[in-house]
T-cell receptor, first 112, second 114 residues
Framework: DTAVSQTPKYLVTQMGNDKSIKCEQN?????MYWYKQDSKKFLKIMFS???????INETVPNRFSPKSPDKAHLNLHINSLELGDSAVYFC???????????FGEGSRLTVL | GENVEQHPSTLSVQEGDSAVIKCTYS??????FPWYKQELGKGPQLIID?????GEKKDQRIAVTLNKTAKHFSLHITETQPEDSAVYFC?????????????FGKGTLLTVNP
């Protein structure tokens, strides 16, 4: 069984469109994250949620809106997509009190 | 905020040799230092971590050392194998409770030649 699953794995879309990425974890963790990995492989945190509450909100354009309907799910909605949004977006989860992140396999977003 | 520098950006070794990757961090309050391995097309996976109350930790062929005074930590892989080829990331965090905000280094592409 997949521990952290993201859908879709690939998105190709035009500038100006809106897209969503979904993430689910079945590890029973209470903290979930979104990370962005750019073309140079640099990994940067975007958001984290603990039990549906926003904990970390890095300097991310407000076109990016995370939503956590329950502690097993964290979705990412992106409005008005720009070329610079092209990247691989990773969802991750962790158990409270530990630092180990369990990453999904990533969602590669390409904005044309 | 925290800043993590990682060197080298690429490393090529012969199978059986050792590989060393080094990182420095800026925030003296950071207390948690994990290393992640990312294979092509996959998400990063934790391979070893160390906390600031420990100077060294070993797990089979992998070891991590931490020098808090100098604010640097290193990953050592001995007897490298082709399957060790991947991108390796160091990270640092203050850590605690639900607030582990990892700052990653820029990664090292390790290639192990058979």
């Amino acid at each position: 069984d997949t521990a952290v699953s993201q859908t879709p794995k690939y998105l190709v879309t035009q500038m100006g469109n809106d897209k969503s990425i979904k993430c689910e974890q079945n590890l029973g963790h209470d903290t979930m994250y979104w990370y962005k990995q750019d073309s140079k492989k640099f990994l940067k945190i975007m958001f984290s949620y603990n039990n549906k509450e926003l904990i970390i909100n890095e300097t991310v354009p407000n076109r990016f809106s995370p939503k956590s309907p329950d502690k097993a799910h964290l979705n990412l909605h992106i409005n008005s997509l720009e070329l610079g949004d092209s990247a691989v977006y990773f969802c991750a989860s962790s158990r409270m009190g530990t630092g180990e992140l369990f990453f999904g396999e990533g969602s590669r977003l390409t904005v044309l | 905020g925290e800043n993590v520098e990682q060197h080298p950006s690429t490393l090529s070794v012969q199978e059986g040799d050792s590989a060393v990757i080094k990182c420095t961090y800026s925030d003296s309050a950071s207390n948690y230092f994990p290393w992640y391995k990312q294979e092509l097309g996959k998400g990063p996976q934790l391979i070893i971590d160390i906390r600031s109350n420990v100077g060294e930790k070993k797990d089979q062929r992998i070891a991590v050392t931490l020098n808090k005074t100098a604010k640097h930590f290193s990953l050592h892989i001995t007897e490298t194998q082709p399957e060790d080829s991947a991108v390796y990331f160091c990270a640092a965090s203050r850590g605690g409770g639900s607030n582990y905000k990892l700052t990653f280094g820029k990664g090292t592409l390790l290639t192990v030649n058979p």
